[in-house]
């Protein structure tokens, strides 16, 4: 299968690691969209959250286990937020599920 974030994890195309356990990995974005961005992925491919079932669901358990870990390392004790779009509608451009986690700006909301 040709997965842009599934090549990433196996490193065959480079990244700058911020995070990574068993279950996840976390990167930087290549087109920040605030002084902090990460995107943090199960390594198992998911392709959206429409995906989600009882099998797999224990994976974002462990990326939002992940985020916590992140927000401590990284000291985003300001606050962060944590991002999911869905398929087209939602601005999905990358068809393995993924967290956008913003911070270090003050993020508008709603967010347009
Ligand atoms: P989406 O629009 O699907 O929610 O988010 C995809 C994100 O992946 C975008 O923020 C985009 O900048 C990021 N991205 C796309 N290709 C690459 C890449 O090759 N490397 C990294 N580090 N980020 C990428
Ligand atoms: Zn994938």
Request: aromatic residues 10%; hydrophobic residues 40%.
């Amino acid at each position: 299968m040709d997965c842009l974030f599934c090549s990433i994890v196996k490193g065959e195309i480079p990244s700058t690691k911020i995070y990574e356990d068993e279950w996840v990995y976390a990167f930087a974005d290549i087109d920040p969209q605030a002084p902090f961005h990460a995107i943090v992925i199960p390594k198992e491919h998911i392709a959206s959250a429409a995906d989600i079932t009882a099998e797999n669901s224990y994976l974002l358990a462990k990326v939002y286990e992940a985020i916590a870990k992140i927000a401590e390392n990284e000291k985003l004790s300001g606050g962060f937020r944590v991002v999911n779009n869905c398929g087209h509608d939602g601005g999905q451009t990358v068809g393995h599920i993924h967290f956008h986690l913003l911070a270090r700006r003050n993020l508008a909301w709603p967010p347009g």
